[in-house]
């Protein structure tokens, strides 16, 4: 009682005025309160899908973390009866075979994203567009049954002309005879190699339509600037495009790792499975992890399966941690930013 | 007037004067829509022509069809001649990269390299046309370049910072430097001001005036003031309802706006439309 009636001058007048932002309602309608809420949900939703996978594959990989420690990493065989195991080999073949992907696929992707978005007239351009998707519409299994029926018995040959003529490179060196009749069946079939080739056909499409995407952003100013000056339409690309759609073309290409490193199919039926470390992707037999999970998942014990899965985990650490650093280098750029 | 060109560069051109522009009956179409019917005129050397009239008249077109910048839209046709010094720019064996590093044009929006430093940007012009020059040479024609277009005093300390870092009147002024460093004998300019605060406008002006001597300037421009100002003679663009647009009225500056001959000319020189 007595409070309320304290007379208002009893209170000193503050000496300083402490200023506190005050809060702002941003009064959204209805509508936009439920896009925002479901959007949101959604989002969140593809974070814990994600991270669940994570966790799952991390949790059952902490057995097999256990029986063999650090030598899970350094074990090339996989021989989980004599209870030696280890996915040294595999990591190997896995990136000797994204590295062939890569190789073949980055050039291919550029000259194309390059054609399409600069030189190609419009109908053209959209008839080109199309059948780049098309390719990657394709499933896996038709890209490996074409490595393994079609382009295989041609490969050998380029890979038997790669031996001669510069085998003294130890990355194209093959433990054979090279005079000796390359035949089907031959020391250069069922390479990393081969399933390098069908894996870049399957990545080849995402690089181009990253690339193509950012190059087309280049501002038209500058073109026109680079133009005006007389350049050349190289010298245009050159000076403007290329610059301009570098994070496109780093971005692109880790985002087709990431996939190379995980594919799985068309890997199982071209390769011959091998468990030594070797870098010599011309050569008969290889392993990736992700074919040596599919090869292996069928029979597995129960403690097999937690070595696969550890595999698993492995490579999914891997291909995260490539992806994220393309997104972060595409995001930085220029490119990825909304240049005006 | 004969100038001898040196094909292979432009960098060994005395900068003794400009070229003469002349368009013939220059008709322009976007697909199947007419922009503009029939434009010929005279833009004698070392003069500045003004380009004016209200919005979608065919300036912009009209200037663009003369360093053969209209082609690159794909639907874009034209019809016509246009002669520098008397040879027709489209004829057949007149290489387009050579032309347009004759006819050189600065754009509505500051357009530098924003990767490039401020003097690479100065030089881009050279490297593209795939000129070499020596080192000092170089540093001649950077300063040559930014002190015609009465930049240099304000970047001469940092010529290693990226374009982008300058404000747009200096991007401006930067880019008229770019375009000047190949030397071109003559300049279009589309409507250099419109982004740019007063103070950059009358330094881009001054600019004009200085550059007059060697460079024969083009310039669409959507302020009377600057048009009266810059330039010696002008031609007042018109596409009344659904025409394709055209040339009203040309002639010397203070003719166009101080005894104009057509009604619609003198209707929008004094503001009444447009």
Redesign the interface.
Known sequence: MTMLLEPAEAAPAPETVIEVPRSIDPALPISDKVFFVVAKGIGISVLVIMGAIGVFLGLQSIPTFRRYGFSFFTESSWQPENDVLGIAAVLVGTFTVALVAMLIAFPLALSAALYISEYA??KVKSFLISMVDLMAAIPSIVWGLWGFFLLQPKAIHVAHWLHTHLGWIPFFHVDTDPNAAPWAQSRYAASAFIAGIAVSMMVLPMAAAVMRQVFSQA?I??R?????????RW??IR??VL?FGRGGIIGGTMLSLGRALGETIAVVLIISPAFDIKFRPLEIGTSTVSALIAGRFGEATSAQLSALLTAGFVLFVITLIINTLAATIVARS?SGANAD | MTVIMDTSSGIGRPETGGGSLEARNISAWFGSNKVLERVSLDMPANTVTALIGPSGCGKSTFLRVL?R?HE?V?SARLNGEVLLDGMDIYESGHRI??????I??V?Q?P?????MSIADNVT??L????TRISRSDREDLIERSLTRASLWKEVKDRLKEPGAALSGGQQQRL?IA??LA?DPEVLLMDEPCSALDPTSTRRVEETIHEIRQQVTVVIVTHNMQQAARVSQQCAFFLAESGTPGGIVESGATKDIFGSPVDKRTEDYVNGRFG
């Not at chain 1, 026109?224 to 050349?232: D, N």
């Not at chain 2, 357009?111 to 990767?115: D, H, M």
């Not at chain 2, 490297?127 to 795939?130: D, E, M, P």
């Open positions: 007239a419009p501002p100013g500058e026109e600037a680079a133009l005006a000056l007389g350049s050349t010298g245009m000076t403007v610059p220029r | 360093n910048m690159l794909p990269t050579e032309t347009r590093k004759r050189g044009m754009f929006k357009n530098p390299f924003p990767a881009a012009g490297k593209l046309t795939g880019c770019r375009s190949v």
